[in-house]
Each structure stands twice: as structure tokens, then as C-alpha cells.
């Protein structure tokens, strides 16, 4: 069974169980969000069915609560929400027999209460509903049945527009769909689109680049796009992490050293085609300006750690990547958030961003790597930036993720 898609006018006067992906990164000390990426992608979908006359009810996480935590909540991405969509903010616990027009209500509320329940179901087509961390609920995250049943009881349909969450099953991802009319949204359905195509035939070169920590998230993908890839550009943690494989000293770098059997099984497998650094820029624990230097792999010292590609390594992924024709890219490749070390990650963000739309079919994901693509200001150039970390990672593998297969 195929998937059906949200499109303008399927749906008309129902009310909606809307899951998003905003699960963003927010200051603890400010309570100021960092990246609105996730939140701006929703908006359309949430004009498209008020245009129909639904009433909305958003479903959305922070992090991983145990219960409820108030540095979790999802308070200031509803206000964010609400100044996007210029509607009012309020917050309540307490079901309301009649909601005011135009408000984002964000609703704090224990939501398996059978009081609550009802009276949440007559919020009108103007107003929307926004339910605090779903993640609250020890059942989410457990597929407990009863909370799928009162969440199911709240509309009349439900929409997946969290690609995100897709590969981990839970209530509001797995279960709804089962016990709702269910449709995929327009994110989701991008996301399915463009991901899609690089699992059938792609242009030549096909050019794969990695970075981050953890080689084990990002091993079957590797494998799976690693035998069509021409070549296979490696750097951060897991460049480091084969480095460490093969013999050589990388001081105290971060590396995922459980892993180090694989990341060795990854430069065997797929040694014709891999490229490593040349040259590496090194630091001293605290990073103190005088100890950063450029070296080669086998010249790291024990209390040295490495934190980006040097400049022959940039050089030598730029020219693999301008002659490419597909570009897939997940992870930065050195500690991107701390000048110096954003050089090697922010160059070939704006190579990429050169590539797109035209020379290459470019494909990013992850959220340090969309955050290095905004902040070079190449995002609107790259063909598909994906919501998705761990889920572009997996779809990308071939494996089954439950959110798409509750939805067939």
C-alpha cells in the first residue's frame, strides 16, 4: 500500500492531529532558540489546512524527559509558533468550555483525563492547540495503547509531518497512524521525495561525505550508499576513529572507540574508494591559541586532539567534490562551533552550496550540518536539506522506518 499525501482541499472541516518535528536546540540560561529551522518547515502545512477549515492540534518532543521536566518544555517554540503565524499566545492547564478566535493555545493539561479530552475536541477552526512535550508521557515512547486511544479521541484524522522521529517508534508515531485516517505531510513528503532518488540510479560521480563522532549511526548508510559512492570523503570524529584503527596516535581526540573495529572494517572494504586527511589541525585540551597547529595523522601528539581538516585535506575534498555530479553530506567535519576550527566545515559548505541546484544533485543532512549550511548562508542552495539526522540516516541505509510504515 502506498503512502497518501497531505495535498490543498484533501481535507475539509476535520480536526487534526498535526505531528511536527520541533525538537530544536534552546538555551537553558535564556530560554532563546537557537535554530527555528524545524519550526519555519510546519508553517506552511498548518496554513494549508486552515485553509480547509481544520482545526489543529499539534503534537511535538524536546529532548529525552524523564517525566516532566520544565527545561524541556515546549513553552517558547509555541511562542515562537504563535509570532510566526502572528496569532496570540495562551497557556492553559485547565480544558476551556469556549477558546477566543485566533490563539495559539498551548495546552499544559494531562491529556489521558476524560474531562480534558472532550473538552479539548471543541476547539474551533480558528484557534490551534498546542500540546506541551508528548515525551512527558512515559507511554509515548512505550506504545502504551491508552494514551494512543485519548490522543486518537481528540480528532478526526492524523498527519505525520516529523520525518525526524520516523525511525523511532512510539505513540505518536507508530500507533496513531493505526487508529486514524492518515495522511503523510508536506515535509515528510519532500523528504520521501529527495531521499528517495538516491536509493535508484544516480549521476556519476556520486560523491559521499561524512563527518560527526559516531561511525556506528552512520555505518549502514555508509555501506549501503558507500557501494555506489565514486568516492568517500571521511573527516571529524570518524576520520579520526579510522586513524586510530589503523595504529596512529590521536592523542585525546573525541572518538567513538567502541567502534574502532568498524571503522576499521570501513577503510578494508572500502579502501579504493575512501579518502582521509592529509593534514589535520591539533590542539591542546583547552584549545589555547598558541598550542593549535597543522600537521600530518602520524604527527599527533598524546595530549594533542584533532579538530579539523587542515588546508591540503580541504584542497583535495574540493577538488573530489567539484567534480561530482551527486553529493550526499552528513556530519561536520572538525568542532565547527569554535573558530578556528569551523574552517574545514564552512569551505566545503560553500563549495556545496556552489554545487547545487544545477552542477550537482546535493543532499545534506543532520543538525550540525544544516546549522553550518545556514551559517554560511548556502542553505537556499543546496538541492534538499533535510530535517533529519538519524532518520535521513536510515532511510538512506534501506531500512524500514515505522512512522513511513505505519502510514502504507
Sequence with gaps: MAIKYLKPNTLKNKTVLLRVDVNVPINEST??????????????????????????????????????????????????????????FLETHHPLPSYPINHLIFYT????????????????????????????????????????KKLAELGDVYVNDAFSVDHHPSVSVSVLPKLLPSYAGPVLEREITYLSQLQGKVKSPFVLMMGGIKISEKVHTLEYLGKRADRILLGGGLSSLVF?????????????????????????????????????????????????????????????????????????????LKAAKTIVWNGPLG???????????????RLIGGMGKGRAFTVVGGGETEEAVRACHQFDHIDHVSTGGGAMMEFLAGKKLPGLEALK
Design 244 to 320: 586510530k584503527s589503523k595504529g596512529l596516535e590521536v592523542g585525546i581526540s573525541h572518538v567513538e572507540e567502541s567502534a574502532e573495529k568498524t571503522a576499521w572494517m570501513i577503510s578494508k572494504n572500502y579502501k579504493d574508494k575512501l579518502v582521509l586527511p592529509v593534514d589535520v589541525v591539533v590542539a591542546n585540551k583547552d584549545m589555547d591559541k598558541q598550542s593549535i597547529r597543522v600537521c600530518t595523522p602520524y604527527e599527533v601528539g598524546k595530549r594533542e586532539q584533532i579538530l579539523d581538516v587542515g588546508p591540503k585535506t580541504i584542497l583535495i575534498f574540493a577538488n573530489e
Design 31 to 88: 530560554g532563546k532558540i537557537g535554530d527555528d529551522f524545524r519550526i519555519t518547515a510546519i508553517v506552511p502545512t498548518i496554513k494549508m489546512l486552515q485553509k480547509g477549515g481544520n482545526r489543529i492540534i499539534l503534537i511535538g518532543h524536546l529532548g529525552r524527559p524523564k517525566g516532566r521536566d520544565p527545561k524541556l518544555s515546549l513553552k517558547p517554540v509555541a511562542k515562537k509558533l504563535a509570532d510566526l503565524l502572528e496569532y496570540k
Design 109 to 148: 493539561g494531562n491529556i489521558e483525563a476524560d474531562s480534558h479530552t472532550q473538552q479539548l475536541k471543541l476547539v474551533g477552526p480558528k484557534d490551534i492547540i498546542f500540546l506541551e512535550n508528548i515525551r512527558f508521557y512515559k507511554g509515548e515512547e512505550e506504545e502504551d495503547k491508552y494514551l494512543a
Design 335 to 349: 568542532y565547527f562551533e569554535k573558530p578556528p576550527f569551523h574552517t574545514g566545515t564552512i569551505s566545503l559548505a
